[in-house]
């Protein structure tokens, strides 16, 4: 939150709140950009090979540009330190690999420079006259219109009028996005023509239930609010995903560990919520059908539940067979292994595959160090299990601006920080 006493003591009052003011406004501004960055343009940027170059990421640079410009924006310096272990590392990593390659791995300069010039954008944070509370209402309007929409999406379908991707409803876009690469026509199932809710911005199905749960988590277990949970939860039984679902389930089951004197209201929220849908399961089971039948996935090579969680496994075998499992095989190795199966990447695989587990651990730490504090360990765990288990990898761009966003520059409103409105006389 911006603070008054930033600014001269010699200025006068009125100067002094106007330029407050100021402040908020442009901190509104700049979540609002950032957002419609990270959620609506998610889609939007170049396939470059087997990888993707989003536009949010350069916008994103720009946005810190103005907010450095406009005094909005500082440099950690803690998380620059713990950065450049990870510069060192991955670049001893990627030599190593050129020196020595692992069993004919190639590697790519390109996949390296991703991954760092995107992980980067953790070094800026807000400075003292940001305003913090302004983040996480911005994020729900976001969230929330994702949700309408994918409820919209759903109605138009019943007409007959499908526009789950961009390309299809303008073609002209093509070039300039990558939604190609993902699961943006979801049919409900093998064989259906109907499609899966995505909220039309959202890249993904899978991507909207996780954007609804971290939306969850913020209403409920932060703000303590429900309000908003029937429209979180239509929402999320049109996009048939089960993503969003084990990112809560984990996050909650986690969370005790982390922040044992914290959890006791978590649980109990988290107990009442689960009784909630329960007993609407038990209710009205249909809506869930689709949901609970996609557990047979994990059985079925064709399915993304299978790529995303089980064909994993085949490549940490492989990879535990390896001596170059500390080192790792140099960037770009895990998409180029020969036990690689397509989808199951995910930032821990890749870290490991890439940079050793050395890279993994010096990667974590620079992570953790970024995005967790005090008072927002429950928000921060919510984005680690989406990270993890929602698909993305090191260069996810819109994800990780989203995670910066959330736990770099957001604070919980009546977090202790004092308001920016003059006191009236």
């Not at 689960?274 to 090579?301: C, H, K, N, W």
Request: charge should be positive; include cysteine; hydrophobic fraction near 50%.
């Amino acid at each position: 939150m911006v603070s008054l006493d930033t600014f001269p003591a010699r200025t006068s009052s009125n100067k002094r709140a106007a330029a407050a003011s100021s402040d908020e406004t442009n901190s509104v501004i700049f979540a609002h950009i950032a957002f419609i960055l990270c959620i609506c343009m998610q889609r939007f940027g170049l396939l470059i090979g087997t990888g993707q170059i989003f536009f949010s990421l350069f916008g994103f640079f720009a946005l810190v540009a103005w907010g450095w410009w406009v005094g909005l924006v500082s440099i950690r310096g803690p998380q620059t330190l713990a950065f450049g272990l990870v510069v060192v590392w991955f670049l001893f990593s990627a030599v190593a690999a050129v020196e020595s390659p692992d069993r004919g791995v190639e590697t790519s300069s390109a996949s390296l420079a991703m991954v760092l010039v995107t992980n980067s954008i953790f070094l800026f944070g807000p400075s003292t006259r940001f305003s913090n509370e302004a983040v996480l209402p911005v994020f729900l309007f976001y969230v929330r219109l994702c949700a309408v929409l994918a409820i919209v999406q759903i109605v138009l379908q019943f007409g007959g009028i499908r526009i789950f991707s961009f390309k299809d409803a303008i073609p002209a876009l093509d070039p300039v996005l990558v939604e190609s690469a993902y699961n943006q026509n979801a049919v409900e199932f093998y064989g259906s023509l109907n499609r899966r809710a995505n909220g039309f911005f959202p890249i993904e199905p899978g991507a909207l239930s996780q954007l609804l749960a971290v939306g969850v988590v913020i209403d409920v277990f932060i703000l303590r609010r429900l309000s908003c949970l029937p429209l979180y939860a239509i929402s999320y039984v049109l996009t048939r995903s089960g993503s969003g679902l084990l990112v809560l389930v984990v996050s909650l089951g986690v969370y005790p560990l982390i922040a044992p004197l914290k959890s006791l209201r978590v649980i109990a929220i988290g107990a009442a919520v689960a009784l909630m849908i329960g007993t609407t399961y038990l209710i009205a089971p249909e809506p869930f059908d689709p949901i609970v039948g996609r557990l047979d996935e994990f059985s079925s090579t064709k399915s993304s539940g299978y790529a995303r969680y089980v064909a994993q496994l085949q490549t940490w075998d492989y990879l535990f067979q390896t001596d170059r499992v500390l080192i790792g095989s140099g960037p770009g190795g895990l998409e180029r292994s020969p036990a690689y199966f397509g989808g199951s990447g995910n930032p821990v695989l890749k870290l490991v595959a890439d940079y050793g587990i050395i890279g993994l651990l010096i990667f974590l730490f620079y992570l953790v160090l970024s995005i967790f504090r005090k008072d927002n360990s429950m928000l921060a765990l919510t984005m680690l299990a989406c990270y993890q288990l929602g698909g993305g990898n090191l260069a996810m761009a819109p994800f990780l601006i989203m995670m910066a966003m959330l736990c770099v520059w957001s604070q919980s409103p009546g977090a202790g920080l004092r308001s920016i409105r003059p006191r009236a006389l």
